[in-house]
């Protein structure tokens, strides 16, 4: 069973920048693809950003694309997102998840192991 921690969120102002940190236990992810995924109360789960089980493919949602950075440390199980540039409508409790498939894929449906959240705000 695999247990995924994520840390790294906070509040900050706008135009900062916050790095997130995912460490997964129990078992290697090394061979799966893993994203990150957000949301605000109300709304859906919204896809940020994934990569493949190489490291080599990334994917991100348009909306994040140039401000965020995703990368993955096979060795150690770990998964970060970089963020930089943040703006207001970044808001949000963000996720991160390993995928059912080596590939990145950007549907929440793909993922079937899901961390506790941290929360990103960003104040103008």
């Known amino acids: 069973q695999v247990q995924l921690v994520e840390s790294g969120g906070g509040l900050v102002q706008a135009g900062a920048s916050l790095r997130l940190s995912c460490v997964a236990s129990?078992?290697?992810?090394?061979?799966?693809?893993m994203g990150w995924f957000r949301q605000i109360p109300g709304n859906e789960r919204e896809f940020v950003a994934a990569v493949s089980s190489t490291g080599r493919e990334t994917y991100y949602a348009d909306s994040v694309k140039g401000r965020f950075t995703i990368s993955r440390d096979r060795l150690t199980n770990a998964l970060y997102l970089q963020m930089v540039s943040l703006r207001p409508e970044d808001t949000a409790v963000y996720y991160c998840?390993?995928?059912?498939?080596?590939?990145?894929?950007?549907?929440?449906?793909?993922?079937?192991?899901w961390g506790q959240g941290t929360q990103v705000t960003v104040f103008s």
């Open positions: 998840a390993t995928s059912k498939f080596a590939g990145g894929t950007t549907t929440a449906q793909s993922y079937n192991t």
């Open positions: 129990g078992r290697t992810v090394s061979n799966f693809g």
